[in-house]
């Protein structure tokens, strides 16, 4: 998993897999879900981060870091 920031337009991606997308799907003006064949999300890209997640609050709990 790659989660990467874009200030430039702040974008927030969120790269599940390494999976092709295969289908897109704009949820909102600001989410948009990437699927693969099998129609499992590969990718979430968030746009207007700053003004849709209070940042301030932001933290990560259990993330297990799996051996590849």
Do not use: C, H, R
Request: aromatic share 8%.
């Amino acid at each position: 998993m790659k989660i990467q920031y874009f200030p430039e337009t702040d974008t927030l991606a969120i790269e599940l897999t390494t999976k092709s997308v295969a289908n897109t799907d704009a949820i909102t003006d600001d989410l948009v879900l990437d699927y693969d064949t099998e129609g499992k999300v590969v990718a979430i890209t968030l746009d207007n981060y700053s003004q849709n997640v209070e940042t301030t609050d932001l933290y990560a709990l259990g993330v297990p870091l799996l051996a590849a």
